[in-house]
């Protein structure tokens, strides 16, 4: 059982590269080619880790069902998705935030207001929240677009740097919730595979509060 290796599932994208960085810091020697690697599984048979390359999203999917013992997620995919994982671990990387955004000096409909969004449940749990009624559009990317053209009042987007908001005329109405990428385990696997797991967060651990500090 040992001998089996931790299978670690990690996102494409922005959260990829400063994920691997923090594993390389906590001691653990990547391969240079890793993350240029084009393949959706890589094994590090040095290290005993296996890492599945997924969609951010599906991450949490993936190891919930078990099939990665431990994943890379943002907050951000872990509020949407609400999946029986556990989060062990803040890595406090590819920090950025949820907001609420439109375009400048705009009110909202008075009768359901028209929300675009790839966060679908975190959206329609704020605007709850704030007893507000709203008609949620469901969006896969370029949300920026869906008050442009009238498609909707606001959207629910990431903001890292506020940037792409600004590039598109688009100001930031409200602040939801601050987000950074957490290492999430699957129950099971958190039981057999104890040992090896609270190893991984333990040096983990050591490098994001020599971080902090």
Same mark, same amino acid.
């Given at each position: ?29 990547? $391969? ?53 994982? %556990? ?7 590819? $920090?950025? %935030? ?20 790839? %966060? $679908? ?65 699957? $129950? ?26």
């Amino acid at each position: 059982m040992n001998d089996t290796p931790l299978i670690i599932a990690m996102p494409k994208g922005r959260i990829f590269h400063e994920a691997a960085e923090l594993l390389r810091k906590a001691g653990y020697q990547l $391969p240079p080619e890793f993350d240029e690697s084009r393949k959706l599984i890589v094994d590090v048979s040095e290290e005993n880790l296996q890492f599945i390359l997924a969609k951010p999203m599906d991450v949490p999917t993936y190891v919930e069902h078990g099939v990665a013992d431990l994943g890379i997620a943002g907050k951000d995919v872990m509020l949407e998705e609400e999946r029986d994982v %556990y989060e062990l671990l803040d890595l406090k990387i590819s $920090p950025c %935030y949820l907001a609420v955004a439109g375009l400048p000096d705009t009110k909202m409909n008075e009768v359901a207001p028209k929300i675009a969004t790839k %966060y $679908p449940n975190v959206a329609s749990s704020y605007f709850r929240e704030q007893g507000e009624q709203v008609e949620i559009i469901k969006l896969n990317g370029s949300i920026e677009l869906a008050p442009i053209v009238g498609l909707a009042d606001r959207i629910v987007d990431i903001v890292s740097t506020g940037r792409t908001l600004k590039e598109n005329g688009l100001v930031e109405y409200e602040h939801i919730v601050d987000v950074t990428s957490r290492l999430i385990v699957n $129950p099971v696997s958190y039981r057999i595979k104890d040992a090896a797991i609270e190893q991984i967060v333990d040096r983990l651990n050591r490098v994001i509060s020599e971080k902090v500090v």
